[in-house]
């Protein structure tokens, strides 16, 4: 098969090294992808975000079969272009992807279809805000109802703080002001053909830029999987994914088909597990940053295969897919001052020292070659996933691979997976 990825961080680095996996090996290519990926398969100069460029593309190479890896191609209509043309396409179509588009619309599909979620109330002025805020009260939470690349979202205490979130991000449109939801965060991926749907394992990932959860919220900078906490509440893994299955799920794919905007691709549904039951915090379009590091070297159903039901309507035929035992860790490595305005251009070193430790591989980020040196080129860079028996070793190995990469002025948590080993 030859499958065409869009994207260019460490999310589609992961989706080709699990294709790149299989056997036989389908013929990969990234669109634009980076210096990692450019090691392993070919790379096309191509715009993910231009509808027509990635048509053309896909037609004239004989794509069979197209993975859009971030949300920004999604929004844009590059699904619905690929469609048209009678390319097979793992990713919604732009009305669909409003479910990760616009907060307001994902809020009234869950209310629609009855899934659990936290109250919401939408604010277009700093009038309307300033009363959402006290209504709900602190903790406050404070959402882009666009996209916002990971840096939409606020939870603070500081009133003051939240009205300035809220004052940044009205000069681009509205925002959510939402009730706080505490307890542990669950990141669950299910593939949709529109009808169907089939989960993968559930992950846990850390928004804090610092240790024990300190700092400002970032895009992901590290994550595991499984979960086996999950066992003390629901009894055992797949009774918690049977219960999202149908709490959440498909009830909201079935939402979206009846309002004439069928998902296909991964429903991405972040949630929270309250005192009160499961509640979705937020749901997204596409594979999720860093999770899908620790998701797919734990999966041992060929990727493809799964991405191609889903994309031609036939992923009610297949079982659901089959993971390892072990664990995941992945680490990110983030450049200097990140998440504010990261310093970049900077020369990464001891990547092959790295990759001999066992079990380890490296998904990068934001990075390009400059002559016969990689550098860096945004503010989340590498990450490292180590995969082991126990968390215990899964642990040992990323932060070992992670002591052998240098990159000035760069930072990265050391507390990863660290309450389940």
């Known amino acids: 098969m030859k499958i065409l990825v869009l994207g260019s961080g460490a999310r589609e680095h992961a989706i080709i090294t699990a294709l790149l996996r299989e056997q036989p090996r389908p013929s990969v290519e990234c669109a634009p992808g980076n210096a990692g990926i450019a090691a392993e398969v070919a790379v096309v100069a191509l715009d993910p975000n231009d509808p027509v460029a990635v048509a053309d593309y896909a037609v004239l190479n004989s794509i069979e079969l197209v993975v859009i890896g971030p949300e920004a191609p999604l929004v844009a209509g590059v699904a619905d272009a690929l469609r048209t043309r009678g390319i097979a396409v793992f990713g919604p179509d732009r009305a669909a992807a409003a479910l990760e588009g616009s907060k307001t619309f994902a809020k009234r599909i869950m209310d629609e279809a009855g899934v659990p979620t936290g109250r919401a109330v939408r604010a277009g002025t700093l009038a309307e805000t300033s009363a959402a805020l006290d209504e709900f009260g602190a903790p406050y939470v404070v959402k882009a109802d666009g996209l916002a690349a990971g840096k939409g979202v606020l939870v603070t205490s500081d009133r003051a703080a939240a009205l300035a979130h809220a004052t940044f991000w009205l000069e681009h449109g509205s925002v959510l002001i939402e009730e706080f939801l505490d307890g542990q965060e669950i990141s669950l991926f299910l ?29 992901g900078m590290g994550a595991y999987s499984p979960l086996p906490w999950l066992d003390a509440r629901f009894g055992s893994e797949n009774e918690f994914v049977d219960e999202i299955i149908e709490t959440v799920a498909l009830p909201t794919i079935r939402q979206l088909a009846a309002e004439g905007t069928p998902f296909v691709g991964l429903l991405y549904c972040g949630l929270i597990l309250t005192d009160a039951g499961i509640r979705v915090i937020e749901f997204n379009a596409r594979f999720g940053d860093p999770e899908t590091q620790v998701v797919l070297p734990r999966l041992l159903t060929p990727l493809s295969g799964l991405l191609l039901a889903a994309a031609t309507g036939t992923l009610g035929t297949l079982p659901r897919p089959e993971f390892s035992a072990d664990v995941a860790v992945t680490v990110v490595v983030a450049s200097e001052n990140y998440p504010e305005t990261p310093l970049v251009g900077r020369e990464i070193t001891g990547l092959d020292a790295a990759l001999r430790v066992p079990g380890v591989t490296i998904a990068h980020a934001a990075t ?24 215990l070793e899964a642990r040992a190995r990323a932060y070992e691979a992670l002591g052998q990469v240098s990159l000035e002025g760069s930072h990265y948590r050391t507390d990863i997976a660290a309450r389940v080993a």
């Open 191 to 219: 593939l949709s053909d529109g009808h169907s749907v089939l989960p993968l394992s559930p992950a846990q990932d850390y928004k804090r830029a610092l240790d024990h959860d300190a700092g400002p919220n970032t895009g």
């Open 368 to 391: 390009a070659t400059q002559g016969d040196t990689i550098v860096s080129t945004g503010g989340r860079v590498l990450s490292v996933v180590a995969v082991g028996a126990s968390f």
